[in-house]
């Protein structure tokens, strides 16, 4: 599941954004499929999304392994105060 990063700018936290990005460039349906493909616990997407959560270490290191994208592009893609 490799997929291209377009430019992000620098913005606030939003986790919620990297999952929409990744639900779009991999065209899964819901966060079911995208906790399947990353291999995480349903409950842990939705508690990242919901805000209960921080995205960890684990996780990005999990999307990287997953899609392609570098550390760089996905915490660009969560935003800042990660």
Known sequence: MMVSMMT????PYKPHALFDYLHEACEL????ELSRALGVAPATV??????VYKVTADIILTIHKQTGLSV???ES???ENQ
């Open 8 to 11: 992000s700018r620098s913005r």
């Open 29 to 32: 349906k819901s966060d079911a």
């Open 46 to 51: 939705s508690r990242i999304r919901s805000g």
């Open 72 to 74: 760089e592009e996905i």
């Open 77 to 79: 893609l969560i935003g």
